[in-house]
């Protein structure tokens, strides 16, 4: 079967379609279109990457040689496949990696041999699809070589082939690197490639913040962009505030975010130069000394007055600078100007001060100077000088540029191009470094690395990623618009990041997590992918049990019957849901269903299983809100008033067992609630406090302002979101609803004042164009008080009595509910209270004493508001006034209106005339309403007729309403109705006890819910609605039967006749439907078929009662003309209310339908614009048209509102339900039990925030930097050595010495320079560190002759001298050594001690007479090697040989001491001891006169060995713990640390300083016995801290003394390895001390020495070589000492997880041959190396090596 390759035609692996081209006469490979680019084998097996597929290819067919012809030509090819996704792919290395390939190509036509192979396809595929590449080559600008064989390539026909299947190149120059989601990138003026040269220089006073990010990333482009330099320069010209901390930290902050400078400087380097330029303005006239008060200097400026010192002369201007050059008090006065112009009107020309006097120290000159120039006269000063071409500064720096070319032009420098861009805005943010400070300081943060602040590490430790801030800021490219940006933009970023990596796992909400019991299922594990869209990310673990627990959340969704997906697992059906008193899910019953695979409209769950055998891991999960409540300040804001101190929000739950494996920085999705970043990992319980550390969780924000759904399928949401709108659309409420006492109507009046007023004011903010935020805050404000109206309008009371059996209902009270109801205010809201029922009649007499009281009280309100009177006197007064409305109101039936007048008593019974009168009234107000708007009449006109409109429409409502219910009456009665009518009495029964029984069960159900509802405390207006249902159920009761209903009142009787009654047939009518709908969803779920069956059987049953009441079969039942005519009728009178269905309305509606097609039709065919306007005007005018005929805006087809108007009501929907919840979550966290799971532990930053079990990486950089043991330098890879570290080196070096004098060597030094020629001469051997070597190339500005390299060792240097110095056997044996330093420019992951780019060294060198004389020495230096290991170090070291692929190049052979370190698993080459045969003498040309044979010359026989500076490296990570360093003794610095105790308020001064001279005794003492003992006396430290510290040092014992240790004479001694305590006598301090030392680095070694064994084993299989070294172990194994087959071992045994985070992926190679095996060897034993049939020659050590 042919194989299958995937392409994705928008990134074609051009590579791999080369390789398909190639093959495709001998090889069926079938090519398709995917989304993924993949290679799939027979279905089984699937690969993803270019190289793993190219190498498949090739393998297919062996004879086209693609893999090369031999087993070096494969190993080429797999380097070039390599480089081609790897220094190729890179952006920051593809300017060196073409170059490198233009060094190679050099000789060649082909990359390997005389034909094109996988290598060749691979790398021009690279540069093909890459359009840096094609820019350079279209310009000409391409490395020579790399053009030439790029372009011979497309000739080929295989490549022409496939080039023709590609896009077209691009067209222009400019690269699309810049298009592709970037912003724009202006060319730089009088840029030129190669020659760009750009600088960011930060003030190390504080962290980088993402600003700060902006300008260096900024930076950094334009370096690649032009292929030049970037400088990074610490601005230092203020000593106050530079600090060297900052400037380590800003470092690192680089570091992070992938930025490398080409060079590292500081303002103060130039220092004296800049002095030297003010100086000769000084001469020049150019600048004078102003000893002018600051405060008057800063009026005299800002009025454009001269200071009195502007005309000095140059002499006094020299004498009082003197001055200030000595920080004398005058001096300090005073400070220097710049002469330029007084009158500019340009501020920052007015004379700006260039040096202040100032005489704090500087943190790199110290008290050198007293002077320090500005940043703004530093700045040109040192642009010009360091060679930056173009300086690019933010547009707040806009006024200053002249300032700039001013210093430029009069100093005579070289001039530098500005170039300006906008400062990143963040929205809700302050940048400000003294801002920040103060948050910092004030405690409302954790720190500068808080992730609310919006600094580096505060936005990476919140979960940003370098690529997701690069994308953000590459995004918005050097534009100059100063804008204010959200957060979300720069998160949406980082989520294109890190969501197709992050793995995925659930955690549930602790409190409220309900159980599942599943009956059936049993406790087991399965492994399925952590992301479900990307393999890579690996596999996890998920349990299943039959007890699983869900959200509390999604159980309250869930409903019996019905079926859900539990991600990862499947279908279950919810059997039944059992619930406590209060109504709350208290545990599920459910049933699997795993046959069911319809997962379309089920709801999707997270679940944990509850089972012993992996238990939840405690999880806090932390969301945070910005720190400022205000989303853009103005510049007079005082940001501290805008500070919002609750930003944190911590919720406790239940999380994945997986996440106990977290480690601190890993980014996860927990599913269903967003993505998080691990702050804290699980720890399991401590064994002091027997509390776990939970693993605590930070919210990353993804973009979007609407969260994840946290419970229910999105299915249920946006049903839940239609019920919502549909009830938010509702005109009327029930008309049992009633409005709220708790508010005043004056409340009413005014908040309906304030909605109004807000919205003129933002009206008027759009009209004159304001600022977007500012008008966006308006808009908030008017939002919050329509909300606020709402909320006040809409809560449900009670005004009146319960409510009786009703009389025939009247029109008042539907317009008052109409006019009260809770709905969205809208213009020309109601504002009139609430009015009580009508009576039946009133005469004219009453209701004219009634009028006039009112209009006098209305009279008095408007004088009380006039005068401002006191509130409550108000809202009396309008209590007063709606009272006597609502008397007028009972007394008339309509509510009071100014020039009302009493009814006449018999007013005829209303008519549907009378609704079309009312409804043309409503026509005739609204189009005058429409007109006053078009005339812009006054607002008081307008709202007075908009207030008559209203009224008019409650009218009609009511009206309607009053028609429909006089009509159920003739429908009832058969009679129209009159007033004073009553219901005749029935001639048969008034209800048949069916129906009364219904009912009867309706109010039981209904009084338990009210029981329920008040037991649980539920809301008022819930309680109240839920009692009013159940008073209306006993009215109709009441109804049915004539009595009041009570509890067991009701006796059921049995039918007397067969006859039925309609009530009777309605219940089993509904009763069929409901058992039907039950049936439906059963089948649909797919149920079990017993459990069907028994629900068919009941419908059946039901059918069958149904038949017996009405003697026919049960159908169902269609709509009954009566229900058909209401809905006719309600629908005729919609379209009278709307006019919207008349023949003129459905006319000028598709009028408007056509006019919109021709306007679309013009704006896609890009018509001119004058013609657009034009019909887009007539569009407007036909919809206005449209809006005057029928009072409403034409509506989409379909009637549905757009998706902006929807978007608009969900998130004001969302907004609301918010605010709603926070008083209740806020609640929740107050009333959490004391015993609750606690928060993250505070961790004190003193000791170590890694764990070594953990991260290796991490915990091993935290201990040598903790420890004090390095520093790091400027200089990547390089190290400064503190007294720590350097004092092993020293007993080393004092150990060694010693013993190879014993030897008979000498120490020597050689220069540090090799010349180019000498270190050629040896190709082979210098091969290997060719890539590191580092090359001196200029002196001062003047490039060197020839470049001279440092060494990366000595052979080539020290050599040519030995072959000077030997002439005769009596000059031999040479033995020399010489400790010195080496530089090796080591590129791939520098790490302290153990690689990095200079190290110290001692390199033996010695030449013998005879063979054997040097294979004695070589095995004698390997043993003092060993000794320092296992007698200094307390280390086991493996003695061995080394393979012919491992050993030293040009060397006969190497032996070595190998050290196994089982925190990582990976063995490291200790020290070698190679011998080097005749090969070096030969080619230096090294030789004796042969005293056998005189005149005959012989070659000298050669060592080298060396041990480094690794081998301190090697020591942390043997013996170190948790807490620290663990020294061994012989090593320390300090073997034991003195450290007085009990220091209390209550110790007299002199117990104390008795205490500490005792401290001194003892420390002297010790010392005299050559113990190296000191003490800590430090007073501002506690004994606690102490411990600690020196615990990180690794102090191999801790002395305790105290007041009663005195007394007692006695002290207590505390082993650093093991924690154990002893009490020791005073007079035997020394002896036992000694012994101490003497045992712990016996048990060191004997620890180390069990570990090591324990990881090394012996095997003869490769099932068994791999297994174990997937263990951590090192292994001894038969080999055949071929170096194919150890090349195949490393490779076959490679994994694709890195080893330890920052390690590259590796097999195991051979480590040694070791000298004494573990076992011996038995004749036929087989090579390890699958495949190989050879005898194995020895057991060779292998093992994952550094």
Excluded at 282 to 300: C, F, H, S
Excluded at 1414 to 1443: N, Q, S
Excluded at 1487 to 1504: A, I, L, T, Y
Aim: hydrophobic share 35%; glycine share 6%.
């Amino acid at each position: 079967m042919a194989a299958t390759v995937s392409i994705n035609p928008a990134s074609p692996p051009i590579g791999v379609l080369l390789a398909v081209e190639h093959l495709k006469d001998s090889v069926p490979v079938q090519v398709q279109e995917g989304k993924n680019t993949g290679l799939k084998v027979n279905g089984d097996v699937t690969f993803t990457t270019v190289p793993s597929i190219c190498r498949y290819l090739a393998r297919l067919a062996p004879g086209k040689h693609l893999y090369g012809t031999s087993n070096l030509e494969a190993t080429e090819v797999d380097h070039w496949l390599e480089f081609s996704v790897g220094r190729l792919g890179c952006p920051a290395d593809f300017a060196d990696a073409v170059q490198y390939l233009n060094q190679v190509l050099g000789p060649r036509t082909f990359l390997i041999g005389h034909s094109a192979t996988l290598a060749d396809f691979a790398v021009w595929g690279a540069l093909r699809g890459n359009n840096v590449w094609l820019n350079l080559l279209d310009r000409g600008k391409a490395p020579p070589h790399v053009a030439r064989w790029f372009r011979f390539l497309e000739e080929q026909a295989e490549f022409k082939a496939v080039a023709m299947a590609l896009p077209a190149k691009p067209e222009a120059s400019k690269s699309e690197t810049r298009k592709q989601d970037q912003g724009k990138f202006v060319e730089l003026p009088g840029a030129e490639m190669e020659k760009v040269v750009t600088r960011f220089p930060p003030e190390a006073s504080g962290f980088l913040h993402v600003g700060h990010a902006k300008a260096a990333l900024l930076n950094q482009y334009y370096q690649h962009a032009f292929q030049g330099k970037l400088i990074m320069r610490f601005d230092d010209t203020n000593p106050a505030k530079e600090s060297a901390e900052f400037e380590k930290v800003i470092l690192e902050d680089i570091s992070m975010l992938d930025i490398k400078p080409d060079i590292f400087t500081h303002t103060s380097d130039h220092f004296d130069r800049i002095q030297g330029y003010a100086e000769k303005l000084i001469r020049d006239g150019l600048a004078y000394v102003d000893n002018t008060d600051p405060e008057v200097m800063k009026q005299e400026r800002e009025q454009k007055v001269d200071s009195r010192n502007r005309t000095n002369t140059v002499e006094k201007n020299l004498a009082m600078w003197e001055e200030m050059k000595k920080g004398s008090e005058v001096g300090q006065r005073c400070c220097l100007r710049a002469k330029i112009d007084m009158q500019s009107p340009n501020g920052c020309m007015r004379d700006p001060t260039i040096y202040r006097c100032k005489t704090e120290s500087h943190v790199r000159t110290g008290t050198k100077y007293k002077v320090y120039p500005t940043y703004d006269f530093a700045c040109p000063i040192v642009d010009s000088v360091e060679g930056v071409t173009h300086a690019l500064r933010t547009t707040e720096y806009h006024d200053r540029d002249d300032q700039f070319n001013w210093f430029i032009g009069k100093l005579g420098l070289r001039p530098v191009h500005i170039w300006e861009y906008s400062r990143l805005n963040l929205q809700n943010t302050v940048m400000s470094k003294r801002k920040l400070t103060w948050f910092v300081e004030q405690g409302l943060v954790d720190g500068w690395d808080d992730p609310r602040f919006p600094t580096v590490r505060g936005v990476m430790r919140r979960g940003m990623t370098v690529e997701g801030l690069k994308q953000f800021i590459v995004a918005q490219g050097g534009s100059r618009a100063v804008v204010v940006m959200e957060w979300d933009k720069i998160w949406a970023f980082n989520k294109k990041v890190i969501d197709p990596v992050a793995p995925r796992f659930n955690a549930l909400q602790r409190d409220g997590a309900v159980l599942v019991n599943l009956p059936g299922v049993k406790d087991e594990m399965k492994e399925v992918p952590k992301h479900p869209k990307n393999p890579d990310v690996g596999q996890k673990e998920v349990w299943y049990s039959s007890r699983v627990y869900i959200d509390g959340q999604d159980a309250a969704t869930l409903t019996e019957g019905e079926v859900v997906t539990f991600i990862n697992w499947g279908n279950v059906i919810v059997k039944k849901i059992n619930k406590n008193k209060s109504g709350a899910v208290e545990s599920i019953d459910a049933q699997l269903n795993l046959e069911n695979t319809d997962y379309k409209k089920t709801a999707k769950l997270t679940w944990l299983a509850d089972t012993p055998k992996a238990p939840f891991t405690p999880t806090v999960v932390t969301h945070f809100d910005h720190i400022i409540s205000k989303g853009v300040l103005a510049k007079e804001d005082e940001f501290k008033n805008f500070v919002n101190k609750d930003t944190k929000m911590e919720t406790v739950m239940l999380g994945d067992p997986c996440l106990a494996q977290l480690k601190k920085g890993d980014i996860i999705q927990l599913q269903r609630r967003g993505y998080y970043i691990c702050d804290v990992p699980y720890e399991p319980p401590s064994r002091y406090s027997c509390q776990p550390t939970p693993c605590v969780l930070f919210h990353i924000p993804d973009g979007h302002q609407k969260e994840m759904p946290t419970a229910g399928s999105k299915a249920k949401s946006k049903k839940a979101d239609k019920v919502e709108k549909a009830a938010s659309k509702k005109e009327l409420p029930s008309p049992k609803e009633e409005v709220s006492p708790s508010f005043s109507p004056a409340d009413e009046l005014a908040l309906s004042d304030k909605v109004a007023a807000q919205g003129d004011s933002v009206r008027q903010l759009k009209g004159r164009k304001a600022d977007k935020a500012e008008v966006d805050a308006a808009v908030k404000s008017l939002l919050a008080l329509k909300a606020e109206y709402k909320a006040l309008t809409g809560r449900t009371g009670s005004l009146e009595p319960p409510p009786q059996p009703p009389p025939p209902p009247q029109p008042a009270p539907l317009v008052r509910t109409l006019l009260t109801s809770g709905k969205d205010w809208k213009p020309g809201a109601a504002k009139k209270g609430p009015a009580p029922a009508p009576a039946p009649a009133a005469s004219p007499a009453g209701v004219d004493a009634v009028n006039d009281k009112i209009k006098a009280q209305g009279d008095k309100v408007r004088q009380l508001k006039t005068a401002k009177a006191e509130k409550a006197e108000i809202d009396a007064a309008v209590k007063t006034l709606l009272a006597l409305k609502a008397e007028y109101k009972a007394l008339t039936g309509k509510d009071w209106k100014p020039g009302a007048t009493a009814p006449t008593p018999a007013a005829p019974a209303a008519s549907s005339a009378g609704a079309d009168a009312v409804n043309e009234k409503i026509k005739a107000q609204g189009d005058k309403v429409r007109q006053l708007k078009t005339a812009k009449a006054e607002k008081a006109e307008v709202d007075a007729a908009v207030k008559a409109l209203l009224a008019l429409k409650a009218i009609d409502a009511a009206v309607k309403a009053l028609l429909a219910l006089k009509a159920e009456y003739k429908a009832l009665t058969g009679k129209d109705w009159k007033p004073g009518a009553t219901a005749p009495t029935p001639a048969a029964p008034a209800a048949s006890s069916a129906g009364a029984d219904a009912v009867n069960e309706k109010i039981k159900a209904q009084g338990d819910k009210v029981r329920q509802l008040k037991t649980a405390k539920a809301e008022k207006a819930e309680i109240d609605a839920a009692v009013k249902a159940l008073l209306a159920l006993k009215a109709e009761y009441k109804a049915l039967t004539g009595k009041d209903w009570k509890p067991g009142a009701h006796t059921p009787a049995a039918p007397t006749a067969p006859a039925s009654s309609p009530a009777d047939v309605d219940a089993v009518n509904d009763k069929i439907k409901t058992q039907g709908e039950k049936v439906r969803q059963l089948k649909t779920a797919k149920a079990e078929k017993v459990q069907v069956d028994a629900e068919v059987k009941v419908l059946l049953a039901l059918k069958a009662d149904y038949k017996n009441l009405t003697g026919k079969d049960w159908k169902p039942p269609k709509e009954d003309g009566k229900k058909k005519q209401e809905g006719k009728n309600q629908e005729k009178a919609s379209q009278e209310t709307s006019g919207g269905s008349s023949p003129e309305a459905e006319k000028l509606k598709a009028q408007i339908e056509e006019q919109g097609n021709t306007v679309r039709q013009l704006k896609g065919s890009g018509a001119d614009k004058a013609q657009v306007d034009a019909e887009v005007k007539q569009l407007l005018a036909l919809k206005e048209q449209f809006k005057s005929l029928t009072g409403e805006d034409v509506t989409p087809a379909g009637g549905k509102k757009g998706k902006k108007e929807q978007k608009k009501e969900k998130e004001q929907k969302k907004e609301k339900e918010q605010k709603k919840d926070q008083p209740k979550k806020a609640a929740k966290e107050a009333a959490k039990p004391e015993g609750a799971m606690p928060g993250p532990k505070k961790v004190t930053r003193l000791g170590l925030e890694a764990k070594k079990e953990e991260n290796l990486s991490d915990w091993y950089s935290q201990v040598i930097t903790k420890s004090e043991m390095i520093e790091y330098y400027d200089v990547s890879g390089c190290y400064i050595l503190r007294p720590t570290s350097y004092s092993i080196w020293e007993k080393i070096k004092d150990f060694f010495d010693a013993e190879i004098k014993k030897m008979g060597v000498d120490n020597v030094y050689f220069p540090i320079f090799v010349s180019k020629a000498a270190l050629e001469r040896e190709k082979d051997h210098i091969a290997d560190f060719a890539p590191e070597v580092a090359w001196v190339t200029k002196s001062g500005d003047t490039d060197l002759a020839e470049p001279i390299a440092i060494r990366p060792t000595s052979e080539t240097v020290m050599y040519p001298a030995y072959a000077k110095w030997i002439k005769s056997h009596r000059d031999l044996p040479i033995k020399y050594n010489q400790w010195n330093n080496v530089v090796r420019w080591e590129f791939k992951h520098p790490q302290p001690f153990l690689r990095t780019r200079e190290f110290l060294w001692q390199e033996g060198h010695s030449a013998f007479a005879t063979k054997d004389e040097a294979d004695k020495e070589v095995l004698a230096i390997l043993e003092l090697y060993a000794r320092v290991y296992e007698d200094l170090m307390a280390i086991p070291v493996i003695r061995g040989r080394k393979t012919e692929k491992e050993k030293f190049a040009g060397g006969d052979y190497t032996t070595t001491v190998e050290v196994y370190i089982s925190a990582s698993g990976r063995a490291i080459q200790g020290a070698t001891s190679h011998h080097l045969g005749q090969n070096f003498s030969k080619m230096f040309e090294i030789v004796f006169e042969d005293p056998e044979k005189p005149g005959e010359k012989k070659f000298v026989w050669q060592n080298s060995w060396g041990i480094t500076t690794r081998t301190i490296g090697v020591m942390v990570m043997v013996h170190g713990d948790n807490k620290g360093l663990v020294m061994p003794p012989v090593v320390a610095r300090d073997q034991v640390v003195v450290i007085p105790c009990g220091i209390t308020a209550n110790l007299s001064e002199e117990d104390k300083a008795r205490l500490l001279q005792k401290c001194q005794e003892y420390r002297k003492a010790l010392r005299d016995a050559g113990v190296r003992a000191t003490d800590d006396l430090r007073d501002n430290y506690s004994p606690g801290w102490k411990f600690n510290h020196w615990e990180l040092k690794g102090t191999p014992i801790r002395m305790e003394v105290g007041p009663r240790d005195m007394k007692q004479n006695q002290f207590v001694a505390v082993r650093r390895d093991t924690g154990e305590k002893l009490t020791l006598a005073e007079g035997k301090a020394a002896e036992k001390v000694k012994e101490m030392l003497d045992t712990i680095q016996t048990d060191l070694y004997s620890r180390a020495k069990k570990n090591q064994d324990d990881h090394m084993v012996a095997i003869d299989t490769w099932g068994d070589f791999c297994s174990n070294l997937d263990k951590g172990m090192i292994i001894q194994a038969p080999y055949c000492g071929a170096i194919p087959c150890e090349d195949k071992i490393k490779k076959d045994s490679a994994r694709d997880q890195d080893i330890e985070p920052g390690a590259p992926s590796m097999g195991a190679k051979g480590l040694c041959i070791p000298f004494k095996p573990l076992r011996e060897l038995q004749p036929g034993t087989k090579c390890v190396c699958e495949g190989c049939d050879c005898d194995a020659k020895f057991y060779t050590l292998f093992g994952r090596s550094y």
